[in-house]
């Protein structure tokens, strides 16, 4: 596709470049609706003499474009094009580009781009239709004004089909045209969403927006390098098209879709996160529409697209899956399914699926991430290492626990720096579990001078410390590969009621810096 080489504005409108290079081509689409108007040899209303205009403007504007459409404010800085190259507004030239739209769809796109810039083209385009009903363009308008021979309208015909971009992407919104009238009077409109995201906004439809969000830069961006890695020949490349979709597995609070959004961010990608246990439409039909409109806002924008709990709703339906498998197997989608463990495996029958794994943080890199992410003013003392192995944190909940652990630091003491007490506390509070009935959590306050044993007692208590403190680095060390299972520990306390093992466990836990759960 290529902007129109007959026809290029002397002058553009430097206040607003995005908008003005825009509004360039909508002035070549309104000068030909014009130029069709006053081809037709009908009366027209009073509204219409201050609405178009002249019949002379209009050819003189034909062959010297200003710019902008007759109703656009006239601008005070001007300024010329440069290298002499056809101009076009970088969000129409993404959306060209993404969409592979061909000139005439390019042309039908910004005719129904019109009515949401000024309101007065709904009468008009009824006028020109010989309708009040009809307010919107038709199929048959665009015909018309775009193409020069009863060949070519047959040959564009096909951009209005269900599979050509216009409609399977939903860039325009289709009426479902009347029994009474013929296909080519089907009405017309480009959906807004496109005039947003021309205009720059970032809009996701009312229907949408309860499900579907775009992610914030991340606060910590920081993900697995095995991840990027995993994904970086799927995604990341432009050599694959259409793309696979990504199934990721991991377990729920692994932070997956953060990872994900900081890889995309990275190559300055935005993520558009789905959860489909959100959306409260249970009709498969309206939903498979919903996940066309959030493919196309992904795609418009070339970001990646996260989604939740697809599995879940694809096992109740017999449609859903064939149906959502033809709509993801597109160009330009980058697509990533967040699936369970445990789930069954996500078949789609006629996009290819790439399975991994949710890289585990390891020690070393759980200690890196807490000491980035803690303030320069702060004890010399922590024990990252201590802190690491016994808590779970991602770097989606990092920022925020170190944020209460500041305010724990404020209660405690204003003027101290932070201590490994405040940042701890944070800790307890953001992993405790609730355990119902089932359990107790108890905060450990005794320690091992509280502690009345004999000295091999103390000494096996202290060899139990000392293998909790060395497990990460033994397993490390490749003795994780060799065993299956059974790589924690654990112990045994045995003795008569009121003997001392609850406090002997919670001397232990206060001496990691953990809860005691009873």
């Known amino acids: 596709m290529t902007i129109s080489s007959d026809y290029q504005p002397a002058l553009i409108v430097q206040d607003d470049c995005q908008l003005s290079l825009l509004y360039s081509e909508l002035e070549r689409i309104d000068l030909l609706l014009q130029l069709y108007c006053y081809s037709l040899s009908k009366p027209r209303d009073d509204v219409f003499n201050t609405f178009l205009l002249s019949e002379g403007e209009v050819e003189a504007r034909m062959q010297y474009p200003v710019g902008r459409p007759h109703w656009a404010a006239d601008a005070q800085s001007l300024c010329l094009p440069t290298g ?124 949408l927006a309860s499900w579907a969000e775009w992610s914030s830069p991340p606060a910590l961006p920081f993900y697995p390098a095995a991840l990027k890695h995993a994904l970086a020949g799927v995604l990341l490349t432009d050599d694959i098209e259409p793309r696979p979709v990504v199934l990721l597995r991991g377990m729920p609070g692994s932070a997956r879709a953060h990872a994900v959004s900081g890889i995309f961010a990275s190559e300055n990608r935005q993520t558009l996160l789905v959860d489909i246990d959100k959306c409260t439409e249970s009709d498969d039909d309206a939903l498979l529409l919903h996940l066309t409109c959030l493919m196309r806002e992904a795609r418009m924008r070339g970001a990646g697209m996260v989604i939740r709990n697809l599995l879940t709703r694809m096992e109740k339906s017999a449609s859903l899956p064939e149906k959502l498998s033809e709509q993801l197997n597109q160009p330009g989608l980058r697509v990533v399914c967040l699936i369970e463990p445990y789930a069954p495996p996500l078949w789609l029958k006629k996009t290819p699926t790439l399975q991994t794994e949710m890289p585990v943080l390891t020690l070393e890199e759980k200690t890196h991430l807490l000491r980035d992410c803690l303030p320069e003013q702060r004890a010399a ?54 355990f119902g009935s089932l359990a107790q959590r108890i905060t450990p306050k005794r320690t091992l001078n509280d502690l009345l044993v004999s000295e091999s007692l103390l000494q096996q208590l202290q060899e139990m410390l000392t293998a909790i403190r060395y497990r990460e680095k033994v397993l490390a060390g490749g003795f994780k590969d060799k065993v299956g299972y059974g790589v924690g520990i654990s112990a045994l306390f045995y003795g008569d009621s009121g003997t001392g093992k609850t406090m002997a466990a919670e001397v232990l836990a206060h001496t990691l810096g953990v809860d005691l759960i009873k």
């Open 84 to 207: 002499g190259q056809p101009l076009l507004a970088e969000g129409l030239t993404e959306l060209i580009n993404r969409f592979e739209l061909t000139d005439f769809e390019r042309d039908t796109l910004l005719l129904g781009l019109l009515p949401h810039f000024d309101s007065r083209y709904y009468a008009l385009f009824s006028w020109v239709q010989q309708g009040k009903q009809s307010q919107l363009p038709d199929f048959s308008l665009a015909l018309t004004l775009f193409c020069y021979s009863e060949m070519e309208r047959w040959a564009h015909q096909a951009s209005f089909l269900h599979r050509a971009p216009l409609i399977n992407c939903q860039l325009l919104s289709v009426e479902q045209p009347k029994k009474d009238l013929a296909w080519s009077q089907t009405r017309f409109i480009t959906d807004s969403s496109v005039y947003h995201f021309l205009l720059g906004h970032h809009y996701l439809a009312p229907a």
């Open 381 to 434: 003392d922590m024990d990252l290492i201590s802190l690491s192995q016994r808590y779970t944190f991602t770097p989606e909940s990092l920022p925020l626990i170190v944020q209460e652990a500041e305010l724990y630091r404020q209660q405690r003491d204003p003027a101290d720096v932070l201590q490994q007490c405040d940042i701890r506390q944070a800790l307890n509070l953001r992993t405790q579990q609730n």
